[in-house]
């Protein structure tokens, strides 16, 4: 059974940073691509950023660009989400994806794999 663990969030001034991790088990990690998302009380779940296996053209929500950085480790099964200079806004339950099934990867409803979310609130 496939498993995805985050881990790292809490509690941060504005203008602080924060790591969040993703460890997958289970299986080989062979999910080409992988991703975070976020959601707020009463919201959609909605996009962060992606990452393909080889770690090349990552993709983030413009809301995030610039400040959020994600990586992968294929050797440790881990996706990272560095997150600076992070704003009131940032404050969310963050969620690991895996196994995406179809376009647009934007979009919750084609990733098949979830972790069960990490808080991540963001204080002024």
């Known amino acids: 059974q496939v498993q995805l663990v985050e881990s790292g969030g809490g509690l941060v001034q504005v203008g602080g940073s924060l790591r969040l991790s993703c460890i997958v088990s289970?299986?080989?990690?062979?999910?080409?691509?992988m991703g975070w998302f976020r959601q707020t009380p009463g919201k959609e779940r909605e996009f962060v950023a992606m990452?393909?296996?080889?770690?090349?053209?990552?993709d983030y929500a413009d809301s995030v660009s610039g400040r959020f950085t994600i990586s992968r480790d294929n050797t440790k099964n881990t996706v990272d989400l560095q997150m600076n200079s992070l704003k009131p806004e940032d404050t969310a339950v963050y969620y690991c994806?895996?196994?995406?099934?179809?376009?647009?990867?934007?979009?919750?409803?084609?990733?098949?794999?979830w972790g069960q979310g990490t808080q991540v609130t963001v204080s002024s």
């Open positions: 289970g299986r080989t990690f062979s999910y080409n691509a």
């Open positions: 994806a895996g196994n995406l099934v179809a376009l647009p990867r934007t979009s919750p409803t084609n990733w098949g794999q």
């Open positions: 990452i393909n296996w080889s770690g090349s053209s990552p």
